[in-house]
């Protein structure tokens, strides 16, 4: 619907009112992913553009939902079979005009050194948009680096897991607003509905907030797991799978984590298929390292992520739970102890 608004002055001048009208509803009524839609257009009336570099889970998700809601998005990945080219060199020169390239890589060396490559390649006034879980550290020297080649950048905390593309994502950004609003169609798309913030204009800031958001995410799912592994351990021969079941309906513990617990006991009662080990991605560490800093006091969090160091060398029902969860919402590989 976002491209029938920008076309409104290019298709209504007059005449046509009416079928431009009928337009409109039958992309309201369209499928996501339909071949046929209207392009999305910039300031010079061409297609509006984005390289996603990353074509993970998540990436692979993200090109998907903003082709269907009208931007040419061409994707880079290391897998050639994901990839729309062959390298990184193609893909700028894919790209026309002012470029934004959006990252969707892990954090750590693939985005430090893929941030200094297109330091060194884009011209100014091109915009780095940082989706991943990078460090806000981190985030704000890619900025500077950045900034010292005049190309802007934004980091954006990324929450849906591998759901995003069926319900749209929580987007939490940091940066400049001029950035924000260039790269406003991009969030429109993928965005949830009132799942958008622009945290603040401080570089890192979304990163910031994504951090803090996982290390709540501990916390809650190592609450849902003791939960689930003192009712699985009850001498009084519980129906679990039922119980937490119901408490999706009408209980003040209701909650998407625990939507996804209970469908996993429907089809796995005893969490069977998991293994008692709960990895942990680096947002808990951070998060705790941060509180001590600014002397906040977390024991919540801070004795999620050590049950979650516990599970390394003696986990229980309990680290079952947790493994099914993050592979449920995240879609993160089971590891075992032994690997």
């Known amino acids: 619907m976002i491209s029938e608004i920008g076309a409104v002055s290019t298709k209504v001048n007059g005449e046509g009112v009416l079928e431009w009208i009928a337009h409109c509803w039958s992309c309201l009524l369209q499928p996501v992913g339909a071949t046929e839609m209207w392009a999305i257009q910039n300031a010079e009336g061409s297609q509006v553009q984005v390289g996603i570099i990353g074509l993970g889970k998540m990436g692979n998700q993200i090109r998907s939902l903003v082709r269907a809601g009208g931007i040419d998005a061409i994707g880079y990945d290391r897998n050639e079979e994901l990839s729309d080219v062959p390298d990184l060199d193609t893909l700028l020169d894919r790209l026309v005009g002012v470029r934004t390239i959006w990252l969707m890589l892990p954090e750590g060396a693939p985005t430090n050194q893929t941030i200094e490559y297109l330091a060194s390649h884009l011209p100014p006034g091109d915009l780095v948009i940082d989706g991943g879980n990078s460090n806000f550290h981190d985030s704000i020297d890619h900025a500077g680096r950045l900034g010292s080649a005049e190309v802007s ?13 069926e319900e749209g994502f929580c987007l939490m950004v940091g940066g400049p607003a001029s950035a924000v ?46 939960g689930y592994e003192l009712l699985e351990k ?30 996993t006991l429907e089809q796995n009662a ?11 991605s680096g947002e808990g560490r951070w998060s705790i390292k941060e509180a001590i800093d600014l002397a906040v006091p977390t024991p919540v969090i801070s ?3 050590h049950a979650r160091l516990y599970s390394r060398g003696m986990g229980d029902d309990s680290h079952r739970a947790i493994a099914a969860l993050r592979h449920a919402f995240g879609g993160h590989p089971l590891v075992s102890g032994d690997g």
């Open 153 to 165: 950048f934004l980091d954006v905390g990324v929450s849906g897991g591998i759901h995003g593309i």
């Open 181 to 226: 609003r260039r790269a406003q169609p991009i969030f429109d798309i993928l965005m949830t509905p009132g799942g958008f913030v622009h945290v603040s204009e401080s570089h890192g800031s979304g990163h910031y907030a994504k951090m803090i958001h996982n290390a709540v995410e501990y916390g809650m799912m190592q609450a849902l797991a003791e």
């Open 234 to 263: 009850s001498p009084l021969g519980l129906n679990v799978p039922a119980t937490i079941g119901a408490w999706r309906n009408g209980s003040v513990v209701r909650s998407w984590l625990l939507d996804l617990l209970s469908e």
């Open 270 to 280: 005893d969490l069977s298929q998991y293994p008692a080990y709960a990895p942990d």
């Open 303 to 305: 004795a999620a992520l």
